[in-house]
């Protein structure tokens, strides 16, 4: 007799968690199936430090193989669904077609940058969601300096030495904290930059930096920020963005050739293919992570909508400590309609949150415990590790390295700007 095939479309934070636990409670007794264009699961909080040169990259890529054993993975993106045939299809790695059947599915295909009808965006500025992207802004600062070096012309010196950060989120905090950093230290070994520092600008239309974070530890990141020198620009975006620089909503004209986008994200176009019953964009489920009217489908993550019993009425927030959670609930629900336990509904309380700003800084709220300096340093990097599932020792010695010993100032090329576009049809790929 055949194994009940369950299929997960994704690989983020919550399609990786439902598909370990589901190798846990199947024991063999299914054939877990999961569909993601890349053989490794991104661990996305650690990308601003591979942009900033403290991380080597692969080890903020856990592979699936190695991790997941017993899971078969299917290297492609799901863009299409039919519930009546119970089956999906998928494009693959080499652009071949496919398609799989299932007895049970977990939509978690994520979510993907979100892009502002602003001019010049889509030409002009990167996005911040890939290693591809970490790799490529890592090497453009670097580039930068050594332009800037190399020109004479002092107005030019100076916009190849500005920095725009568009989005103060989890995400456009780090990128500009550990931004900084890294073009501190290069532009210190060029000796004819001293009359021209890196600048560097934050901006974000909220009136605090991190929005959703408690005032007072949303200051205090901003106060570590602003003592490096960075621009916090709040209640400011831009309203322009061209080749010699961007153009503010506040009417000023910014020279620079580095503009980084972090505004935010939106659901996966698969929700929008799917066919599903949706709201406010994301996949409309119950309490227990079901569809409704598909008993044999569930969704999960920043696609789903996801009610929050805490607060009625609304659903639950696009971060990692909900994905992880509901990827879990969704193995452990799949089992229950197998017979194995029984159905629980999706309760989470936030269990606070950790911000890495390089160096000695960071803040944090561990059950809403705030914290800065070097105690949130040390709870931000004990969270990561024990929420990585893999390469801890790895990660841990790169931190000991990069503390002892100064940041890389070489750029590779590996990654060349026109490999990494913002996509100007939001289709890009967990959370924070």
């Given at each position: 007799m055949a194994k009940p095939r369950i299929v997960i479309a994704g690989a983020g934070f919550a399609g990786y968690q439902a598909a370990r636990q589901l190798l846990r409670r199947s024991r063999g007794a299914a054939e877990?199936?999961?569909?993601?264009?890349?053989?490794?699961?991104?661990?996305?909080?650690?990308?601003?430090?591979?942009?900033?040169?403290?991380?080597?990259?692969?080890?903020?890529?856990?592979?699936?193989?190695?991790?997941?054993?017993?899971?078969?993975?299917?290297?492609?993106?799901?863009?299409?669904?039919?519930?009546?045939?119970?089956?999906?299809?998928?494009?693959?790695?080499?652009?071949?077609?496919?398609?799989l059947g299932y007895e049970r599915l977990v939509l978690a295909a994520g979510s993907v940058t979100k892009l502002l009808p602003i001019p010049g965006i889509a030409d002009h500025a990167h996005g911040f969601?890939?290693?591809?992207?970490?790799?490529?802004?890592?090497?453009?600062?670097?580039?930068?300096?050594?332009?800037?070096?190399?020109?004479?012309?002092?107005?030019?010196?100076?916009?190849?030495?500005?920095?725009?950060?568009?989005?103060?989120?989890?995400?456009?905090?780090?990128?500009?904290?550990?931004?900084?950093?890294?073009?501190?230290?290069?532009?210190?070994?060029?000796?004819?930059?001293?009359?021209?520092?890196?600048?560097?600008?934050?901006?974000?239309?909220?009136?605090?930096?991190?929005?959703?974070?408690?005032?007072?530890?949303?200051?205090?990141?901003?106060?570590?920020?602003?003592?490096?020198?960075?621009?916090?620009?709040?209640?400011?975006?831009?309203?322009?963005?061209?080749?010699?620089?961007?153009?503010?909503?506040?009417?000023?004209?910014?020279?620079s050739r580095t503009l980084v986008w972090c505004v935010g994200?939106?659901?996966?176009?698969?929700?929008?293919?799917?066919?599903?019953?949706?709201?406010?964009?994301?996949?409309?489920?119950?309490?227990?992570?079901?569809?409704?009217?598909?008993?044999?489908?569930?969704?999960?993550?920043?696609?789903?909508?996801?009610?929050?019993?805490?607060?009625?009425?609304?659903?639950?927030?696009?971060?990692?400590?909900?994905?992880?959670r509901q990827g879990r609930l969704v193995a452990h629900n799949i089992a229950a309609s197998y017979g194995i336990g029984t159905r629980r509904p999706y309760r989470h309380r936030n269990l606070g949150f950790v911000v890495d700003l390089g160096a000695r800084d960071a803040v944090a709220d561990p059950l809403r415990v705030p914290m800065r300096g070097l105690l949130a340093k040390a709870v931000t990097r004990g969270y990561h590790l024990s929420a990585l599932p893999a390469n801890r020792l790895r990660t841990a010695a790169d931190w000991l390295l990069s503390a002892a010993s100064p940041r890389p100032g070489v750029q590779l090329g590996l990654v060349p700007g026109r490999l990494v576009p913002l996509e100007t049809s939001n289709v890009a790929a967990g959370v924070r």
């Open positions: 877990v199936v999961l569909v993601n264009p890349t053989d490794y699961f991104l661990y996305l909080p650690l990308l601003p430090e591979v942009a900033g040169g403290t991380l080597n990259p692969w080890h903020a890529c856990v592979p699936l193989q190695d991790t997941l054993p017993g899971v078969r993975l299917v290297l492609g993106e799901v863009d299409g669904l039919d519930p009546a045939a119970r089956a999906v299809t998928y494009t693959g790695a080499e652009g071949e077609r496919g398609t969601r890939g290693i591809a992207e970490a790799l490529y802004l890592h090497d453009h600062l670097i580039s930068q300096i050594e332009l800037a070096d190399a020109d004479d012309d002092p107005a030019q010196r100076a916009a190849r030495m500005t920095f725009v950060v568009v989005g103060a989120g989890y995400t456009g905090t780090e990128v500009a904290a550990q931004g900084q950093l890294l073009t501190a230290a290069v532009a210190a070994r060029h000796p004819r930059l001293r009359d021209t520092p890196p600048r560097w600008l934050l901006l974000d239309t909220a009136d605090q930096v991190l929005p959703g974070m408690r005032p007072r530890m949303a200051e205090g990141a901003a106060t570590v920020l602003r003592s490096r020198g960075i621009t916090v620009g709040l209640g400011t975006s831009i309203r322009e963005a061209t080749a010699e620089g961007v153009r503010l909503t506040d009417g000023r004209f910014v020279p994200v939106r659901p996966d176009p698969l929700v929008e293919q799917a066919g599903l019953p949706t709201r406010d964009g994301r996949v409309e489920v119950d309490t227990h992570l079901n569809v409704p009217g598909h008993p044999q489908i569930y969704a999960c993550g920043d696609g789903a909508a996801v009610p929050d019993l805490y607060h009625p009425g609304t659903d639950t927030p696009m971060t990692a400590q909900h994905a992880v």
